[in-house]
């Protein structure tokens, strides 16, 4: 196993941690568009265009893929942020789990980078041969409840290190220096102030026990 690196990178770009005022859907997507547009401008990627799907137009039980540089999403099934008395939602923008349109928008520039990043002759339809690289190499498990496949596990990470690169530091730190090694980050150094305001105290307080 490589040595925990130390979180000495400082981001590529100084975004706000949040600039929406109110957690709804659209901004949610605005944000996420917005956060998916700077890091591809940082790490020198091609665009990943985003295109939201009326739920009418939409007949499948995911909330968002990915294919040929561009995320489809469909706001209806994407979560929602957790509040102060929610049980079962561990949702929150830039937490470890996060199925709002911001976090869902940020796993699929996961794809979009390991798709870019890999060798053309590795490529599958939304996929390359990085994110089998990166899961050896890390050997740490799954950030999240959905991993089932390294181009999953890939994503997931890629969410957390997108919206929040000190929280993956500090839950999966290997992970970290592999993405960090080769991406700059663009979120704030500091877990909570990316968290943005008004996250729930019971949200912050399980963070680290992933
Ligand atoms: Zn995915």
Redesign the pocket.
């Known amino acids: 196993m490589p040595p925990i690196p130390s979180l000495s990178k400082p981001p590529a770009a100084h975004l706000p941690s949040n600039p929406v005022i109110q957690y709804t859907p659209a901004n949610l997507l605005k944000w996420g568009v917005q956060r998916a547009a700077a890091f591809c401008k940082a790490n020198k990627l091609p665009e990943m265009k985003v295109y939201e799907i009326q739920p009418k137009d939409w007949s499948f039980d995911v909330c968002a893929?990915?294919r040929q540089s561009t995320c489809y999403i469909c706001l209806k099934h994407c979560g929602r942020p957790a509040g102060d008395t929610d049980t079962r939602n561990w949702s929150w923008p830039g937490a470890v789990t996060d199925r709002t349109p911001y976090g869902v928008v940020c796993?699929?520039l996961?794809?979009h980078v390991d798709w870019h990043c890999s060798p053309p002759e590795t490529r599958g339809p939304y996929h390359g041969m990085l994110c089998q690289q990166i899961i050896e190499a890390s050997g740490e498990k799954a950030v999240s409840g959905y991993s089932p496949n390294p181009?999953?596990w890939f994503?997931e990470m890629m969410r957390v290190f997108i919206t929040n690169h000190a929280l993956l530091h500090a839950v999966r730190p290997r992970t970290w220096g592999l993405l960090a090694d080769r991406w700059e980050p663009v979120s704030d150094d500091c877990w909570l102030t990316a968290l943005g305001p008004g996250v729930p105290q019971r949200i912050i307080d399980t963070q680290l026990k992933r």
Do not use: F, K, L, Q
Request: proline share 0%.
């Open positions: 893929y990915w796993h699929e996961g794809h181009a999953e994503a």
